[in-house]
């Protein structure tokens, strides 16, 4: 069975400065791994996501993601911050073979500084 | 382009009352799932469906929770009778592809409170 695991529940940073969310992920067989975002009162929706080839993900917002086979991990940074970026961030992940049960984290909430 | 589509947004109802909530998916996207969140237990996947074919329910939490997927442009989740411990954001995605490559596309959730 798959399995994500998100190390920080709530990550506070200021404004412009940078920021990591971490993410790891148990699983026997390759996967699909995807960063969503949460704003207050709204569905979640697609930061970015890794299928193959370049392990460096490029999302929305400014927002990227390193795939690491060797550590199971899909951390999030990005460079600086701004108080827009205030959200909930879910790491989730995907198996080829299953017909689309996606398994997401348990949430880290992101709050930005001025 | 709408999006998908949930009714309704809010709900307060009372113990032992039944619970039906609504989704409409994308035109066009062959998979929908059904999550619920809480701060509790996070989000949770309830089921999902492929081509209206309920694929894997093994979270739905108890016989209370049904749902059901008549066509490909809706879905219901229906909670009889409903408890307070059901009280939480239920959330309606669809997909357009079946292998988990496929990105979700959330609704805005339906927020029940049962007292």
């Known amino acids: 069975a798959q399995s994500v695991t998100q190390l920080d529940s709530q990550v506070p940073v200021f404004e412009e400065a940078p920021v990591e969310l971490r993410c790891n992920y148990s699983?026997?067989?390759?996967?699909?791994l995807f960063w969503y975002v949460q704003y207050p009162n709204q569905g979640l929706q697609l930061l970015l996501k890794?299928?193959?080839?370049?392990?460096l993900v490029k999302g929305i917002n400014g927002f990227e993601a390193e795939f690491n086979k060797s550590q199971t991990s899909f951390h999030l940074r990005k460079p600086s911050v701004h108080i827009s970026d205030t959200a909930e961030y879910f790491c989730a992940v995907s198996v080829y073979s299953s017909a689309s049960k996606i398994i997401f984290g348990s949430g880290t909430r992101l709050s930005i500084r001025p | 382009d709408a999006g998908v589509i949930q009714s309704p947004r809010h709900e307060v109802t009372e113990m032992g009352q039944e619970v039906t909530l609504r989704c409409k998916p994308i035109s066009g996207h062959n998979s929908l799932f059904w999550y619920r969140q809480t701060m509790m237990r996070g989000l949770e996947l309830l089921i999902y469906?492929?081509?209206?074919?309920?694929?894997?329910d093994s979270g739905m939490p108890e016989d209370r929770f049904s749902a059901k997927m008549p066509n490909a442009s809706f879905s219901t989740l229906k909670i009889q009778p409903s408890e307070p411990r059901d009280s939480a954001v239920y959330f309606c995605?669809?997909?357009?592809?079946?292998?988990?490559?496929?990105?979700?596309?959330f609704g805005e959730g339906s927020r029940l409170t049962v007292l």
């Open positions: 469906f492929n081509n209206n074919v309920p694929i894997d």
């Open positions: 699983s026997s067989v390759s996967v699909y």
């Open positions: 995605a669809s997909s357009p592809a079946r292998q988990g490559a496929g990105e979700l596309f």
């Open positions: 890794y299928l193959s080839g370049s392990t």
